[in-house]
């Protein structure tokens, strides 16, 4: 990808003693980390570390992966009855995410994954906005839907904090509200992106661009695919206590969610040159 992406965040500490800290990404080779350490007293060479985006963009999605899979586990060993009882009283053998991530130690693992990866995430969508701005400057329509998917982006983000830190054990309402806004505004967000990639891909000659894209409309499709199944075996098993139903719809709800982070995770293409670099430097101190 042809064009650089400015991003600059600076950090100040309240008690201005720790100096400046700035969040540069620029070209970069490859996957390089790097930490360049400054004096013990005279701090006269500043703190540096470099990660590719690449790494960053994993970690994201790797995080939210590695506590799903952790809190459905535990679920299944430990808190089987639990987690997969239902107000049906019919056999059930998977528990659904919600039932997962409301008990404990799981809430706690979940929790900490999804704070934890917050971050690195809204950066992830500010960096796409910046290069939607750059690359379709003189175009008003994908202008405006560049605004509109970092908006989106935002809510997709909010909703899945939301449905995280209000479980269905503590407010049944919110942590619906959180979930549907979360489905709501992920599919609307990968929406606008295959639509922005569309362009992208009609005006570029990189092989990267148009793999992007191919895989976005792949995981957009199988992510509708595999809501439309879900809300079918939920509906299913509200209506007709159905044995099996349950089962189905917290398979598919698994789908959905990886789904979603395989859709993220094509992030790795489109900043694969790109690095995250994080400065910080000390002023010296007179004791």
Known sequence: MSS???LSIKLNSSTERSGKSAIKQQKSGGVSEMLQGSGILGHDRPLVIRVSFSTCVVGTVGLPLLGLITCVFISSVFHYE???GTHCQVPNYLPSISASISLSPECHIWRFCIGLHSAPRLLVAF?????????FASKFSE????????????????????????????TYFVHKEGF??????????????????????????SPEDAKSHYWKV????????????????FWKHNVFCE????????????LVVFSNMAFHLTAVWDFKSREVMVISSSEDKDF
């Open 243 to 254: 044995s099996g139903s349950y089962t189905l719809f917290a398979l598919f709800e698994y």
């Open 4 to 6: 650089s992406i400015p």
């Open 143 to 170: 202008s405006l839907l560049s605004c509109l998917n970092l908006a989106f982006s935002l809510l997709e983000n909010l909703g899945l904090l939301l449905l995280t830190y209000v479980s269905s054990s503590e």
């Open 180 to 205: 549907v806004l979360f489905l709501v505004s992920s599919t609307i967000h990968m929406l606008i992106t295959c639509r922005l990639w569309k362009t992208i891909k009609k005006y570029s000659l």
């Open 82 to 84: 639990d987690s997969t």
């Open 127 to 135: 960096t796409y906005f910046k290069f939607y701005k750059t690359r």
């Open 218 to 233: 792949r995981f957009l499709l199988l992510n509708l695919s595999f809501c439309a199944f879900a809300g079918f075996f």
